[in-house]
């Protein structure tokens, strides 16, 4: 079945820097556009990013823009969210998912405070 491992979480303190991984089974990787979703406390989820299968293209939200990189290497069927420049807001779980398939998995905390 599809299953997502995300990684790479914890708590950094403001402007530090994160690298979060998403490594994905249970379906052809390759194939998929795929995401990084997060959560934060007390708000929906949201979409922060997206990349096409061939990681041509990419997009972001508005929020996250500058300052987040996502990218994908399909051998190993693994996402990767790069993350720098980091606040207080960005503090949320974090999911990486295929955006056609409505499945989720356990997420990463990413805490950003000092």
């Known amino acids: 079945q599809v299953q997502y491992v995300e990684t790479g979480g914890g708590l950094v303190q403001p402007g530090g820097s994160l690298r979060l991984s998403c490594t994905a089974s249970?379906?052809?990787?390759?194939?998929?556009?795929m995401g990084w979703y997060r959560q934060p406390p007390g708000k929906e989820r949201g979409l922060v990013a997206s990349?096409?299968?061939?990681?041509?293209?990419?997009a972001y939200a508005d929020s996250v823009k500058g300052r987040f990189t996502i990218s994908r290497d399909n051998d190993r069927s693994t996402l990767f969210l790069d993350m720098s420049r980091l606040m207080p807001e960005d503090t949320a779980v974090y999911y990486c998912?295929?955006?056609?398939?409505?499945?989720w998995g356990q997420g990463t905390q990413v805490t950003v405070s000092s």
């Open positions: 998912r295929c955006r056609t398939l409505p499945v």
């Open positions: 249970g379906f052809t990787f390759s194939n998929c556009d």
């Open positions: 990349i096409r299968p061939t990681g041509s293209t990419t």
